[in-house]
Nanobody
Framework: QVQLVESGGGLVQAGGSLRLSCAASGSIFTINAMGWYRQAPGKQRELVAAITTGGSRSYADSVTGRFTISRDSAKNTVYLQMNSLKPEDTAVYYC???????????WGQGTQVTVSS
């Protein structure tokens, strides 16, 4: 079993920054990619950013240029640096891990990010 533990959420004013961290532990044999989803009240969960073990990154259009995903492979940890935050970025952010291409295999418990106007 794999556990994903997130940290770094909180309350910030519009224009501010936050950094999320997610550490993976447990029976980790294969990681294809790690990333972040978010879900705002009344909305579907959406992919925010992902990074493969090869270093390829992808971002949702809404966060491109403002968010940066990075990883520390030695620590099985992924980070999401969020700058120029907007009220519409308010959501619960979930860490995710893919063992292979396809559906997410593991989810974190979620961390709340609230951006005030």
């Amino acid at each position: 079993q794999v556990q994903l533990v997130e940290s770094g959420g909180g309350l910030v004013q519009a224009g501010g920054s936050l950094r999320l961290s997610c550490a993976a532990s447990g029976s980790i044999f294969t990681i294809n990619a790690m990333g972040w989803y978010r879900q705002a009240p009344g909305k579907q969960r959406e992919l925010v950013a992902a990074i493969t073990t090869g270093g390829s990154r992808s971002y949702a259009d809404s966060v491109t240029g403002r968010f940066t995903i990075s990883r520390d492979s030695a620590k099985n940890t992924v980070y999401l640096q969020m700058n120029s935050l907007k009220p519409e970025d308010t959501a619960v952010y979930y860490c995710s891990l893919w063992k292979a291409v396809g559906d997410v295999d593991y989810w974190g418990q979620g961390t709340q990010v609230t951006v005030s106007s």
